[in-house]
């Protein structure tokens, strides 16, 4: 009994660990914004049709703790235009927002393929005599992958408040940018650019 046994267990393990997230941003910002600027009214825009949709509504998803509002840039900086920095400012006035925030994302996938295992055991007792074999079968592991670049703007003057960039590593596509989306404004939040709302 006790190496079937072993063998659900190391079967939960493996299942436990396959379903982890790794997501790892590094960001820097100018000092002359520190504890005295938050973003209360934030234009969100992409370098994709499908990546901005995505990333405005799973930052959309865990902003609810926040003091802020998200804007989505898709339909304030329609994808058919180039706009210039100073075009940006202008339009981001006509809508309140107070900064702009421009990201850029690259998905892919990979596959790991772990094969399976096979174990014989014998039992002897006397002239009798029992084999018993165990096996499991083989298995692939996918993972996404999705790197990730942000530039914010402060929407008055143009000057770039905060730079960030990093990567998560996840079961699929939408954990992984929600962890993405956390751990962003966990460190918007960490440089007094965010407030959380009061509980």
């Known amino acids: 009994m006790a ?7 190391a079967y939960f393990l493996i299942l436990l660990l396959t379903g982890c997230t790794s997501t790892q941003i590094v960001d820097v910002f100018y000092p002359k914004y520190a504890q005295n600027f938050q973003c209360r009214r934030i234009i969100i825009k992409g370098n994709g049709l499908i990546a901005e949709k ?3 509504n799973a930052l959309k998803g865990v902003a609810a ?10 339909s304030i900086f329609p ?5 210039s920095c100073k075009e940006m400012q202008k339009i981001a006035k006509q809508y309140s927002a107070d900064s702009i925030l421009i990201f850029g994302m690259k998905e892919s996938t ?5 094969p399976g295992t096979t174990s014989t055991d014998v039992y002897s007792c006397g002239s009798f005599s029992s084999v018993s074999v165990y096996s499991s079968p083989g298995y692939y592991i996918t993972k996404t992958h999705i790197g990730i670049c ?6 008055e003057n143009g ?26 404004l966990s460190k918007l939040y960490l440089r007094h650019l965010l407030k959380k709302k009061k509980k």
């Open 65 to 74: 703790d926040y003091e802020v509002q998200l804007l989505n840039g898709m």
């Open 54 to 56: 995505e990333l405005v």
């Open 79 to 83: 994808p058919t235009k180039e706009y």
């Open 150 to 155: 942000f530039r914010l703007i402060n929407a």
């Open 159 to 184: 000057e770039t408040i905060w730079l960030a960039e990093g990567y998560g590593v996840g079961e699929d596509f939408e954990s992984t940018i929600c962890d993405i989306c956390e751990e962003t």
């Open 110 to 114: 990979s596959s790991t393929y772990t």
């Open 3 to 9: 190496r079937p046994l072993c063998k659900i267990v």
